[in-house]
């Protein structure tokens, strides 16, 4: 078996944006972590990753898997019956406030109005603070319309790191752009997950939706780990299948 360890980005790679994953890619989530440490990494925050993915998942036994939500500034893994916080980098409150302005002025800037959303645009993940174009709520239809190209975010993005570069700026997702402390992203994520998993770079599989070139899933390339581009989760599922099959003992 060529990997030990499997990693994956969430929104568009799992499960749909911001939904839960389907019955059957949670079945097979839980047969992989058999036969493989698995890891995901995501702008969600560590409760979005509870009620959007953990809760659904027909399993009880997490200690082969480990989450980094909001791009990786936060790690946890589950020992003991629980999921434990091995390192958080919590913004301080003076931080919020310049990214907040940031937003807010480049929402000005572009003419983005904070009404006629659904849920909050401005949201704050403790370690990281996430603008959602058409609100974090927002159904699916909506969101693949509010941008599709990422041309908008892109600008805004841009604007927003002028103003403050001593942070990390990153377009995500569907409708968002992500803002955490400096070097925080994909690429230090699986870092520290060889760290606490105890794995070499060659046993690990990354699988995103966005490892193109400016995807919020290109930092996984700089880390020298083998990589797949998928188009759905549905691809995703086929892929895992055919992994847990060459996982599996064979019979002599």
């Known amino acids: 078996m060529k990997y030990s360890t499997l990693i994956f980005d969430l929104d568009g790679t799992l499960a749909p944006s911001k939904d839960k994953p389907s019955e059957s890619m949670c079945k097979i989530l839980c047969e992989a972590l058999k036969y493989f440490k698995i890891a ?5 925050s560590f409760e979005q990753f509870q009620s959007q993915l953990v809760a659904h998942l027909p399993c009880t036994d997490f200690s082969n898997l480990m989450l980094a ?5 936060a790690i946890y893994s589950f ?4 999921w434990n916080c091995l390192e958080k980098s919590i913004l301080n409150k003076d931080d919020k406030e310049k990214i907040f302005i940031a937003i807010k002025n480049t929402m000005e800037k572009f003419g983005i109005k904070e009404d006629n959303t659904f849920g909050q645009q401005i949201d704050d993940r403790k370690t990281q603070i996430t603008f ?6 927002a159904p699916i239809s909506v969101k693949k319309t509010w941008d599709p190209d990422a041309s908008l975010r892109i600008k805004m993005a841009n604007s927003i790191k ?8 990153r377009v995500g997702g569907m409708t968002s752009i992500d803002v955490t402390a400096k070097g925080f992203d994909k690429e230090s994520a699986i870092y520290k ?3 606490y998993f105890n794995i070499k770079t060659e046993e690990i599989l990354f699988m995103g939706d966005a490892l193109f070139e ?5 930092p996984a390339k700089k880390t020298g780990v083998d990589t797949l581009q998928v188009k759905s989760p549905e691809e995703t599922e086929e892929k895992i299948k055919e992994l847990i099959l060459s996982a599996i003992p064979k019979e002599v």
Not at 162 to 169: A, G, L, N
């Open 162 to 169: 002028e103003q403050i570069s001593e942070f990390e700026v």
């Open 40 to 44: 995901v990494i995501s702008g969600a």
């Open 193 to 195: 997950i060889e760290k």
């Open 132 to 137: 959602s174009g058409c609100g974090r709520t």
């Open 79 to 82: 020992t003991n019956g629980k």
């Open 69 to 73: 939500p909001t791009n990786g500034s």
């Open 214 to 218: 400016g995807g919020n899933d290109e």
